[in-house]
C-alpha cells in the first residue's frame, strides 16, 4: 500500500502549497466528508507523504510538520475516552478546529479557482492607454500699470544681469567648439603643403588667438598628414618648435 | 442644454481619450448633470452597447467607466501582432489574491493563518504585478502592514467593484458546527 502511495504522490508533489493543500487533496481522494473526517487513516496517510518527501530528498517546510504533529495529536486525544461532561456543557470534538480551519482554506482555495476562470475570459479584453491631454492654463487678467511693470522688468534684469552674460559666453564657446573638425584641419595643412610652403606649427595653430581645442586638432590634424606622407614633421628640441616640411608626391 | 444623444457622444469622447476608467464624479462634472442621473445614463449606454453588434463595450470598475474591447473579438486583435501574453500567476498567489479580496485590508499573519504555510513570494508578485497594494498599517501589536486588492484587479478579474464578488458561505462554518458529529 505504502508504494503504491508513494507512486501516486510524487507526481503531484510540487502542486501543494501549503500542509492544508495537501490535506484537502487527501480528503477529495478518498472522497471523504469533511466533516467527519476520519483521522487516523488521513494522519496515516499524511504521514507516508512526507516519507516519500524525504525519500526524494525533498526539503519539508516546518509547516508540514506542524500539521503532522496537529493531526498525531488529535489522532491521541480520539483514541482517550472523552471526559465526563455535564448535560449542559457539550462535548467537544477534538477535529473541530482542524475542520474550521480545513472548511475555510476551500472556501479561499474555490474562490482562487474562480479567479482563474474569471481571468481566462477577462484576459481577451483589451485596453486603449490613455492620453495625455495637458490641462488647460486660464489666463488670469493682470491689473497693472505699465509703470510697475516696467520697474519689475528692468529689477528682473539687474538681477540676472550677470547670469545672462555667462550664459552668451557659454554658447559661445559652445558654438566655436562645433566649428572644429579634424577634417577641415587636415584639409587647411594640406592646402598649405600643396602649395610647397614650410611653416612652423606654432604659427599655424596658436593659443594666443586660438581656442586650445582648435590647437589640438590641428596638431593631430599635423600627425595625420605626416603619416598620409604628404609632409615631415620634425621637433628638434622637446617642447620646441614643430617644423612642418612638405614632401614631394612618390 | 444637450439632448441626450448629445450626452452621450460627449461621453463617449471623454471615455476614448481618457483609456482609464472615469470616475462617476468626474464624468457628471463634465456632462453637467448630477450623479444619479449621469449613472442612469451610463447604465443605458452600457446595456446598449453590450447588445449593439460593435467591437467595443464599456466597463465599470470601481465607480469608473472604461471602454473595452468584447471579448469574443481577440481571436482578430490577436492577429494585429500586438498583443502581449502575461506570465500565470502561481496557485498560491491565486490563493492569497482570494484571501486578501475577501478580508481587506489584511495583515500578512492572518493570509499565512488560513494557509498555513508562508506566503511571503505570493505576496511580492501579487504586488509586482499590481493586484494588490499596502493600505497602510493595522493598529495591533507590532504594526504590521495590511493589504488590500487594486483597481487593476478589478480589471484582471471582471469585477465592477470589491462588492460584486460572488458571495460565499460565510454561515457555513456556522452550519459546520451544528451538523458536527459527536462521538
Not at chain 1, 125 to 153: F, W
Amino acid at each position: 500500500m505504502s508504494s503504491a502511495l508513494t507512486n501516486a504522490y510524487t507526481i503531484k508533489l510540487d502542486n501543494f502549497e501549503g500542509p492544508f493543500d495537501l490535506l484537502f487533496y487527501l480528503v477529495e481522494k478518498n472522497k471523504i466528508d469533511i466533516y467527519d473526517i476520519p483521522i487516523a487513516e488521513i494522519t496515516d496517510q499524511y504521514m507516508d507523504y512526507l516519507d516519500a518527501m524525504q525519500k526524494l530528498d525533498l526539503e519539508i517546510a516546518s509547516e508540514f510538520l506542524v500539521m503532522a504533529a496537529t493531526l498525531l495529536h488529535i489522532k491521541s486525544r480520539m483514541l482517550l475516552p472523552a471526559k465526563e461532561t455535564t448535560d449542559e456543557e457539550e462535548e467537544i470534538d477534538p477535529r473541530e478546529e482542524l475542520i474550521l480551519r480545513l472548511v475555510e482554506y476551500k472556501k479561499y482555495k474555490d474562490f482562487s479557482e474562480y479567479l482563474k476562470e474569471q481571468e481566462k475570459d477577462w484576459v481577451l479584453v483589451h485596453y486603449k492607454l490613455p492620453e495625455i491631454i495637458p490641462d488647460l492654463v486660464i489666463a488670469e487678467e493682470l491689473d497693472v500699470s505699465a509703470e510697475v511693470l516696467r520697474s519689475c522688468y528692468i529689477r528682473v534684469m539687474s538681477q540676472y544681469k550677470g547670469r545672462m552674460n555667462d550664459v552668451s559666453k557659454k554658447m559661445k564657446r559652445i558654438l566655436d567648439r562645433e566649428k572644429v573638425s579634424l577634417k577641415a584641419k587636415i584639409r587647411e595643412i594640406l592646402d598649405i603643403v600643396g602649395r610647397g610652403i614650410k611653416i612652423c606649427f606654432s604659427k599655424l595653430y596658436n593659443t594666443a588667438y586660438k581656442s586650445r581645442l582648435e590647437v589640438a586638432t590641428g596638431f593631430l590634424a599635423v600627425l595625420e598628414v605626416a603619416k598620409l606622407g604628404r609632409a615631415r614633421v620634425e621637433q628638434p628640441k622637446a617642447f620646441g618648435e614643430i617644423y612642418i616640411t612638405p614632401r614631394k608626391d612618390r | 442644454m444637450e439632448s441626450i444623444k448629445e450626452i452621450e457622444a460627449i461621453i463617449e469622447a471623454v471615455l476614448f481619450t481618457a483609456g482609464d476608467p472615469v470616475p462617476l464624479e468626474k464624468l457628471s462634472d463634465i456632462i453637467g448633470h448630477d450623479k444619479k442621473t449621469t449613472k442612469n445614463i451610463m447604465t443605458d449606454l452600457i446595456f446598449r452597447y453590450k447588445n449593439a453588434s460593435r467591437g467595443i463595450m464599456i466597463r465599470e470598475i470601481n465607480k469608473g467607466y472604461q471602454f473595452c474591447t468584447k471579448p469574443e473579438y481577440n481571436d482578430y486583435i490577436a492577429k494585429l501582432g500586438q498583443v502581449r501574453k502575461k506570465q500565470g500567476l502561481t496557485s498560491a498567489a491565486y490563493e492569497v489574491l482570494a484571501i486578501v479580496a475577501y478580508n481587506q485590508p489584511v495583515t500578512k499573519a492572518y493570509i499565512e493563518k488560513i494557509r498555513g504555510v508562508n506566503s511571503d513570494s505570493a505576496l511580492s508578485t501579487l504586488i509586482d504585478r499590481n493586484l494588490i497594494k499596502e493600505a497602510g498599517r493595522d493598529d495591533g501589536p507590532g504594526r504590521p502592514k495590511l493589504y488590500e486588492t487594486t483597481e487593476e484587479f478589478l480589471r484582471v478579474f471582471g469585477f465592477a467593484s470589491i462588492q460584486d464578488l460572488p458571495v460565499i458561505q460565510l454561515n457555513e462554518i456556522q452550519e459546520v458546527m451544528e451538523n458536527m458529529p459527536l462521538d
